[in-house]
């Protein structure tokens, strides 16, 4: 009998945390509200880990109900070079085409030795990360860097 228990406490356990690391993020309705006053959103990233906690975000935000009007991450950095065609990050990002805008820095790109035509489809290269950002702000935008 304990070690029944045991055996169902452990499972129980084991379900639990994998929901809460595994399931999607569920917002208060009062977050929502306030996250609907402003529906554009910046993301400014350096690393693979950045844009993909980006375009988590957005996952939770779409799932949630949050109303987005506007949604671009803005790229600099090594990232770069892991931004072309047939790469990982290409499969990866198939699913956000069309509905979240990347935009990627000429100056990074200059930097890492990427060219406009390594680059998947869906990115658009812009200027200078800092002045996108700035620009972005501009507008209204929500923005935070990772």
Do not use: H
Request: glycine residues 6%.
């Amino acid at each position: 009998m304990k070690k029944s228990l045991w055996c169902t406490i452990a499972l129980a356990l084991t379900f639990f945390v994998s929901e809460a690391s595994f399931g999607q993020t569920v917002l208060e309705k009062e977050t929502i509200s306030d996250l609907n006053k402003t529906p554009n959103y910046a993301f400014g990233v350096k690393d693979e880990d950045g844009l993909k906690s980006a375009l988590s975000v957005y996952d939770t935000f779409m799932g949630n109900g949050v109303q987005i009007e506007n949604f671009e991450i803005v790229v600099k950095g090594p990232v770069v070079k892991t931004m072309v065609k047939e790469s990982e990050l290409e499969k990866y990002f198939e699913k956000y085409k069309g509905k979240v805008r990347v935009s990627i820095c000429s100056v990074a790109m200059k930097r890492q030795g990427v060219s406009k035509e390594q680059l998947f489809s869906g990115l658009e290269v812009v200027e200078t990360y800092t002045i996108r950002m700035l620009q972005l702000q501009a507008l209204g935008y929500n923005s935070i860097s990772y």
